[in-house]
């Protein structure tokens, strides 16, 4: 990109963007002298034990040497913990007046004493196994410090917000049982020595299952990122974006959304991903008529949306997985269309607005007199570059390791290098990228082409972790691991074989440049999982205080009252919470919190209304949530950032940012109820759902259908589609939205869902029906938490073989005995499926449960026939509003 030199004296308000992000994301302390090496030390450290503990050498060393060297799962979350409470007492200042360029004493001995209390359970592992739920004084000691290191280790990183819910779940252990305490929330308490135990001892509380999905997964990948960003791919994506929308209207807004979702595929953080962006694409909105704050919320809105793009998923994607059950190969298949519809959107919103402001594009590049027929080719020839590789990894890497499953590692590292040095030959045919000064002048923009070339090896490293990940069927953290060697080994050579293939000039220095650019990213890596460390072991003290006291039941029942048993309504709670906890938590911490508390509370009651409900469906709505909040005013730190580089007014960013980001609000109500969107639908086997793959065709129609849905939806926000739109216009451009996204909507109106017959009729459906058929089975009984309320809750069973309907009702995990006119319920056995009903319904009240209704789904028209009326509606109102058009809508 040709620039001319810029004023010295510029705004420094990037350097203001990024002391903020240091201070939120790897700590505002960077002591001198003899100090200043301690912090990229241990970090650098910490990153190479992460790699040791994650690679195969330390099984490959034991097998060989007969030495000790392979570390546990409890083990690694130990040292995984010990390292980010030495390194948060080291990079983040305790207090604003704390020092910041050395380390004073008393964090010193914070640093070391938090520390030690990871350690002690290692080192003394063989006698706290033999003494289970029986802790000596000296464990309770070192339980009780090991907590309040992790108290000031949350107030250092992460703030007063999550100390202060952390402090709520402890106060709720140790005064739960207060007979203050209303009876409702109460519960029967516990000695302090058991909640030590529960909490610190074992793999309960801070060492359990969020700890350890950040020191086996998301490590790595925060890990990936940095090296990758560190060794030039972050200006890479940024110089790709330029090329290919720079030209359009408001095209760098359009080039920072590409390219905040491109780096959304590495980058866990919302924050850093606005920095590093918005550094650039910023200055050049506010250049080319964007206001300050509309600049800074496309760029906010745009690095919040890049969490929501796989496989990294701002970190959360990992505990999704681990909390599910689901596999992630599956779920990042599930998060991919949503993602792709919500950036889609975005990019249309960016036009909108370019076009109320009347923009235009930057300059292109000299033409070369292409023919329209050239460009085409020149498109087609990029997306079948595309396919191909897509295709090579698929097939041709899929055929190589069933062919040769001992070879499969040696074919593939193979096919690697020599992909690389053709690359690196293409690269070093061109100059290397610079990174341009945002505040200089655009006087040309690079062509697409040629800026691909120089960083094709970028993707190599993407492509290994898909191929470990897809076609070997690795996990997830060995798969991250190898795509992190691939990146390191690029890191560290691009420059020097560059030099070499260009002649053999500046080797000495390239070399250098190579290791600084890996060391770099390994330090980075390493602070930037200083606070995600923190957050997942405070997140364990929570989810410990759920698992100890059952606490998620008083808040579901709250909620669930405060809802009265209105799905939407409580949809609504949930992410009315999710915003509000997200203001103050990282997003991390935040899904965690929320999902503990609510997911099954979403699950369960759309089974009462017979929604059947998947729980990745579930969590990712209550993630979506918790990244909105990273730009919702008054707190949301995405759009701090954003306003320090703009200039413009943090609270007006953030609500513009939130206002540019409701249709991402939009998505997960709409997942919801429609499944399609995470390319799944959910089908019932022995009476659990399972979630299954939609058919390509039925994915492609979803996807066509949500992104002119979701424009739509845009449009009426914006109140522009080809000019300003009246009142009239915008009510019909929802009423469109809403019958693509929920076409059932009209058709429930039309005809019922349902056929409904009494429960006595049971035997009768059961007969008359197919095996494998769902029957919707309506159950009334007594409230087991309130005796003076009937509950009416409704469950899914499916048909099994038999030729008799008592045969086909055998198998469906629910016993009927007829009562005069009516069928009673037997309480569920333990273990079946619907053994959940015994925590809703008094199986023993006076009033027996019975069966209310029989329900089939009735024959009625396809849902999407109303797709016909929608685009007719959305003709109509582009036949309106082309009268009075001034402008190209595109």
């Not at 520390?115 to 592992?125: D, G, M, P, R, S």
């Not at 949350?154 to 819910?165: C, E, F, M, N, T």
């Not at 058991?194 to 309960?204: C, D, I, L, S, V």
């Amino acid at each position: 990109m040709t620039t001319q030199a810029t004023d010295p004296n510029a705004s420094g308000a990037a350097t203001a963007a990024d002391d903020l992000v240091a201070s939120v994301d790897s700590g505002a302390r960077n002591p001198l002298g003899w100090q200043m090496w301690l912090i990229p030390g241990l970090a650098f450290i910490w990153s190479l034990f992460q790699l040791y503990v994650a690679s195969p050498l330390p099984f490959i060393v034991q097998e060989q040497t007969g030495l000790r060297v392979v570390f546990n799962n409890t083990e690694i979350r130990a040292i995984h913990l010990g390292f980010a409470l030495l390194l948060v007492s080291m990079a983040f200042p305790l207090t604003p007046s704390s020092p910041r360029h050395r380390i004073p004493w008393y964090d010193w001995v914070l640093g070391l004493g938090g520390l030690a209390t990871c350690l002690y359970l290692i080192v003394f592992k063989d006698q706290i196994a033999a003494r289970p739920g029986l802790p000596t004084n000296t464990d309770l000691v070192v339980s009780t410090l090991g907590l309040v290191a992790v108290a000031i280790a949350v107030y250092r990183a992460l703030g007063l917000p999550l100390l202060i819910v952390v402090g709520i779940f402890l106060a709720y252990v140790f005064f739960g049982s207060s007979p203050w305490l209303m009876e409702a929330i109460r519960w029967k308490g516990a000695s302090y020595g058991k909640a030590m135990w529960h909490f610190w001892m074992q793999t309960e509380g801070v060492f359990g299952v969020a700890l350890g999905v950040s020191a086996s997964l998301i490590f790595l990948f925060v890990l990936f990122g940095a090296i990758l960003e560190k060794a030039g791919a972050g200006n890479f994506f940024i110089k790709i974006a330029f090329a290919l929308l720079g030209n359009l209207r408001g095209g760098p807004a359009k080039a920072a959304v590409v390219a905040s979702g491109l780096s959304g595929i590495y980058s866990g953080s919302s924050i850093a991903n606005v920095v590093t962006t918005g550094t650039f694409t910023i200055p050049l909105m506010k250049r080319t008529g964007f206001p300050a704050e509309k600049a800074g919320a496309v760029e906010v809105a745009s690095s919040t949306n890049g969490q929501l793009t796989p496989p990294v998923m701002g970190a959360a994607a990992f505990l999704i997985a681990e909390f599910t059950g689901t596999p992630y190969t599956d779920l990042i298949v599930y998060a991919f269309l949503p993602a792709i519809v919500s950036y889609i959107a975005l990019v249309y919103i960016v036009h909108l607005e370019a076009l109320k402001l009347g923009l235009k594009g930057l300059p292109k590049p000299p033409s070369k007199a292409q023919s329209m027929a050239r460009k085409f080719g020149g498109f087609l020839l990029g997306a079948a570059f595309i396919a191909v590789l897509g295709a090579f990894v698929h097939f041709v890497l899929g055929y190589a390791s069933r062919a040769m499953p001992g070879a499969t590692m040696e074919v593939a590292v193979g096919i690697f290098l020599l992909f690389y040095l053709v690359c690196l030959l293409i690269a070093s045919r061109r100059p290397d990228l610079e990174v341009d000064d945002p505040e200089a002048k655009i006087v040309e923009l690079p062509r697409a082409g040629e800026v691909a070339l120089t960083g094709l090896h970028f993707i190599l490293p993407i492509i290994v972790l898909l191929y470990c990940v897809m076609v070997v069927r690795m996990s997830p953290g060995l798969s991250a691991f190898w795509a992190t060697t691939a990146m390191i080994v690029i890191a560290l050579t691009q420059h020097p074989l560059k030099a070499i293939m260009r002649g053999g000039t500046g080797f000495a220095g390239s070399f250098r440049q190579g290791w600084d650019e890996f060391a770099e990213g390994m330090i980075s890596g390493a602070r930037n999982m200083i606070p995600i460390a923190v957050a997942t072991g405070a997140a364990g003290i929570i989810v410990g205080t759920i698992s100890l006291t059952g606490a998620h039941q008083v808040v579901a029942g709250f909620i669930e009252a405060l809802a009265s048993g209105s799905l939407m309504l409580m949809l609504i709670f949930v992410a009315v919470m999710s915003l509000i906890l997200g203001m103050g938590l990282p997003t991390t911490a935040n899904y965690i919190v929320v999902s503990s508390l609510m997911a099954p509370v979403i699950i369960s009651l759309g089974a009462s209304e017979g929604l059947i409900i998947p729980a990745v469906a579930a969590h990712m709505f209550v993630f979506y949530f918790g990244i909105l909040a990273d730009d919702t005013p008054p707190v949301g730190l995405a759009a701090y950032a954003a306003a320090g580089i703009s200039g413009g007014d943090p609270i007006k960013t953030g609500f513009q940012g939130f206002g540019y980001d409701i249709r991402t609000a939009l998505l997960p109500f709409l997942f919801i109820f429609n499944t399609e969107l995470l390319l799944m639908h959910v089908v019932i086997v022995d009476g659990v759902p399972h979630p299954e793959f939609v058919p390509w065709y039925t994915g492609l129609k979803a996807f066509v259908i949500a992104v002119v849905a979701m424009m739509a939806f845009a449009a009426a926000t914006q109140r522009y589609f080809l000019t300003k739109s009246n009142w009239f216009e915008t009510a019909l451009l929802l009423v469109v939205a809403l019958t693509l996204f929920r076409p059932g909507v009209w058709l429930d109106m039309v005809q019922p869902p349902y056929v409904e017959r009494p429960g006595t009729a049971i035997y009768d459906v059961a007969a008359a029906e197919p095996a494998g058929t769902n029957l919707r089975l309506e159950l009334v009984g007594t409230d087991f938490n309130n005796p003076d309320r009937r509950n009416s809750i409704f469950v899914v069973v499916p048909l099994g073989e038999g030729a008799t309907a008592e045969d086909k009702l055998a198998d469906v995990g629910l016993t009927f005995f007829e009562d005069g006119d009516t069928l009673t319920v037997e309480e569920p056995f333990p273990g079946t499926p619907f053994a959940y009903l015994s925590q809703d319904f008094d199986f023993y009240a006076d009033d027996p449960v019975i069966l209310q209704t029989v329900q089939t789904n009735a024959e009625r028209l396809p849902k999407e026939i109303f797709y016909i009326p929608a685009f007719l509606v959305l003709a109509l109102v582009v036949v309106m509003q082309r009268r009075r058009q001034t402008e190209p809508a595109f």
